[in-house]
């Protein structure tokens, strides 16, 4: 196969499974193995970014400004990308760890390295869906004028939102090619009555504060009444602390002022995580735990007290909604990126809890996909279960019709319905 | 595609690898300081609840296992030395245990000896009776017998019941040692299971394949 570079941005566009990793890793010349970016790393002359971007960072740079000096190889004021680093505003996180930014900053942190780099070829792959919109297009027009006689290739799920208004040339890969390994089901709606939630409530976080050790409090005064059986998105900027938020609520990390009550009892998530509120993880390798997908899905259910033949009723429903009966037997961390979070999503919808929380539950997750989760989430709020959502895909936003919570500076403001345009 | 000359310029050919990137001694570059890591985690946690094993081989085991005879006795060797200059002085005199234990191991996974539980038991404790008795003039001639682990409590009785020193050393050892080695090759295959098979495709050692660790 010959790929034609006749502009410097080439956008490879396909469903889930149709080759758009392949042909990515292909294109940046490294072996798809787990330890090929390190070797294009050290070449520099090819760079390949994964969806999963925290194994993109270097994990020697303690700092932000570390992180790029030591790959631009120079100071960052002599250094060819000041000019987007300061058009991405990264000034204002650089003496943070990359460890402890958010996902949309951890992806603008590791493109931007990589681009001090300076590198032949750039391959994106399906990570700028954390970024917010403004950054992205920033990033995209640099990747795409800003470098002189050099090319990238960006692959995304979420392209047809983009105003792309760089010269670029487009690849449209088919649905079914030879070249893809793990190859999951598509991901489809199956009627969710076996999943029904045992209990049912409304949830009410009451004037929450937070500070990571030693820091300013990300979370300053968050109050909000969360109706049972609705679907809210947390909205909010790259780094403003959703993710925080989201952790809080589900009880894996303490507010030091203010309390999470559910069902009007001051039973704080805390002190049982995971037992009350679900929380998918933004990074599925994260929440992934077992060596088999079967296995992952039912560990947590077993441990929810549910019975055998209850656990076997909600295993297969998750198998079969999210495609994922060809590799039941399969290690997690063989498969791709795209089925991962669907093994993370799948086990937590499974677990027929009142409140779920979802941080970007469409990462990698093509259209389609998409669409699938969002009638799964709204088949189970018509049972009763609430949704939290936390997702960068506008699309997605606006098709679950749901009410938006805004965090802005550490406060949460209660906005009106998003409803389809 | 690609009829001008610019426009080729403009190409790339794609092909598939499936040569790892690295190279071999790129992945020894990562996976010895891993083994070494295992034995130093496990030999400070054995020896601080003063147990009567050692598992401090499993790192070297594992990375015989995953990188072949030269990687298993660079780890052990090297995790002797340094475990020797950072934790327990003692340790280094058994840097010729852990590379017998490297050897071993390579010989005997070779051969399909960790392919189930019970090929496990009898090569553990093949091993336990080796390293017992290479382990013992150590033992007897440089620290009299004693060396303040959970080994040395059988020792002393044995002194105690009027064995020579050398005697007791070798019975203690032989009695101990094939416990702990069993337990040690149970440990790391179970270990090496549980890591995904992409991973482990990058350490093409015959010896996974053997073993039906590395499926084909």
Known sequence: MIINFGKPLLIIDGPNFSGRTATLRNITDSASTPMSHVRARLTSSSVY??????????????????????????????????????RLELARIYDRSPFTLSGGEQAMVVIASCLALDPDVLAIDCALEQVDDGPRSVLVNWIANGRRGKYAAIADNSLSEWSLEVPNVRIDLEANTSRVDHRCGPLQFVDCSPIAPRLTGELRLDRLQFAYCAGAPIIR??????????????????????????????????????????????????DQPGRLIGYHFQNPDVQLFTTRVEDEICIGLSALGYTTSEVKVRRDWALEAFGLSSVRAEHPLDLPFVARKRIALASILAAGLPWIVLDEPTLGQDQQSREAIRTIISALSRYGTGFVVVSHSQSFRKSLQATSLLLQNGTLTVADRLGPE | MGENPRERRQSMRITNHDASSL???????????????????????????????????IGTIAVTLLGGLRAGITAGVIGAILGGVVFNPVMT????????????????????????????????????VLTGIISAPVLVYIFGGVTGTGQSIITGYLIATGKTALKAVVLSGVATEPVDKILQYTLVVWLLRGMPQSLLQNFRNTALVVNGILRE
């Open chain 2, 93 to 128: 005199w058994f840097a010729g245990t852990q590379a017998a234990i490297a050897i071993y191991t390579h010989i005997v996974a070779r051969r399909g000896g960790l392919r189930c539980m019970g090929r496990m038991l009898l090569v553990g404790a093949g091993l336990g």
């Open chain 1, 49 to 86: 970014i994964g969806p999963e971007i925290y194994n993109s960072l270097s994990g020697i740079g303690l700092t932000v400004r570390l992180e790029i000096q030591l790959h631009a190889g120079r100071p960052l004021g002599e250094s060819p990308i000041r000019g987007l680093i300061e």
């Open chain 2, 23 to 57: 190279g071999r001694s790129g992945q020894l570059m990562f996976i010895v300081p891993v083994g070494i890591l295992l034995n130093l985690s496990a030999a400070v946690l054995v020896s601080s609840l003063r147990l009567p094993i050692y598992l401090d081989a």
């Open chain 1, 221 to 270: 005064n968050a109050s909000a009444r969360l109706c049972a059986g609705a679907v809210y998105v947390l909205a909010g900027k790259n780094g403003v602390g959703k993710t925080t938020l989201s952790k809080i609520v589900s009880g894996l990390l303490r507010p030091q002022v203010g309390q999470v009550l559910l069902r009007g009892n001051s039973v704080p998530p805390w």
